[in-house]
């Protein structure tokens, strides 16, 4: 099976453009995260979606969104792009809510951006 | 709010020696559950280890084991018989209601 995919890999864009990562999570799994990794830092938690639902949001500013799709898959949308909004971006899934399911996080390989 | 904090930023160890990662976290939950991911350069977050927060046993999964002490909210990972494979920068983070949280990491390093 599949696990986590997320596209692109890398990208480049300058201040003020607007970006689009995606993210396939594995089958079966109904909850996406997306989390924000600047260099030399752990994650940061930006959103948690479940069941085309959002369920979590971190501490990030308006021009971050994300949806989720009825196949479960996700995109993260970032407008008016700063210098400071380069970093790794994560994708998560995970099997469902509770304490069954809704921790146990599988990560992609993440988005690469670079802002100039 | 949670927080995670790890004090080490970098670490290193001997091949087939132990070594032990610190954690501690702050949380005004009663439920929640504390994880030890590995990031090796490839870059993908690989789970090595899961405690539940209501369990007092530590969790162990073959040369990994956690120290968890509860009450001083501290979760510490030891790796046993280092492999040169478990290079990578390791995370611990703290999950309650859809919100995880991760330590700035401790970048460990396997010398042959």
Same mark, same amino acid.
């Given at each position: 099976?599949?696990?986590?995919?997320?596209?692109?890999?890398?990208?480049?864009?300058?201040?003020?453009?607007?970006?689009?990562?995606?993210?396939?999570?594995?089958?079966?799994?109904?909850?996406?995260?997306?989390?924000?990794?600047?260099?030399?830092?752990?994650?940061?938690?930006?959103?948690?979606?479940?069941?085309?639902?959002?369920?979590?949001?971190?501490?990030?500013?308006?021009?971050?969104?994300?949806?989720?799709?009825?196949?479960?898959?996700?995109?993260?949308?970032?407008?008016?792009?700063?210098?400071?909004?380069?970093?790794?971006?994560?994708?998560?899934?995970?099997?469902?809510?509770?304490?069954?399911?809704?921790?146990?996080?599988?990560?992609?390989?993440?988005?690469?951006?670079?802002?100039? | 709010?949670?927080?995670?904090?790890?004090?080490?930023?970098? /670490?290193?160890?001997?091949?087939?020696?132990?070594?032990?990662?610190?954690?501690?976290?702050?949380?005004?939950?009663?439920?929640?559950?504390?994880?030890?991911?590995?990031?090796?350069?490839?870059?993908? /977050?690989?789970?090595?280890?899961?405690?539940?927060?209501?369990?007092?046993?530590?969790?162990?999964? $073959?040369?990994?084991?956690? $120290?968890?002490?509860?009450?001083?909210?501290?979760?510490?990972?030891?790796?046993?018989?280092?492999?040169?494979?478990?290079?990578?920068?390791?995370?611990?983070?703290?999950? $309650?209601?859809?919100? /995880?949280?991760?330590?700035?990491?401790?970048?460990?390093?396997?010398?042959?």
């Amino acid at each position: 099976d599949a696990g986590v995919t997320q596209s692109p890999t890398h990208l480049i864009k300058t201040r003020g453009q607007h970006v689009t990562l995606r993210c396939s999570p594995i089958s079966g799994h109904k909850s996406v995260s997306w989390y924000q990794q600047v260099l030399g830092q752990g994650p940061q938690f930006i959103f948690q979606y479940y069941e085309k639902e959002e369920r979590g949001r971190g501490n990030f500013p308006d021009r971050f969104s994300a949806r989720q799709f009825p196949n479960y898959s996700s995109e993260l949308n970032v407008n008016a792009l700063l210098l400071g909004d380069s970093a790794l971006y994560l994708c998560a899934s995970s099997p469902g809510q509770g304490r069954s399911g809704a921790n146990v996080l599988t990560f992609g390989a993440g988005s690469r951006l670079t802002v100039l | 709010a949670q927080t995670v904090t790890q004090s080490q930023p970098e /670490m290193s160890v001997q091949e087939a020696e132990t070594v032990t990662l610190s954690c501690t976290y702050d949380t005004s939950e009663s439920n929640y559950y504390l994880f030890w991911y590995k990031q090796p350069p490839s870059r993908q /977050m690989i789970l090595v280890i899961r405690q539940e927060a209501y369990k007092q046993q530590n969790a162990t999964e $073959n040369r990994f084991s956690v $120290n968890f002490q509860k009450a001083a909210k501290s979760f510490s990972l030891k790796i046993s018989d280092s492999q040169l494979g478990d290079t990578a920068m390791y995370f611990c983070a703290s999950y $309650n209601n859809n919100d /995880m949280r991760f330590g700035a990491g401790t970048r460990l390093t396997v010398k042959p």
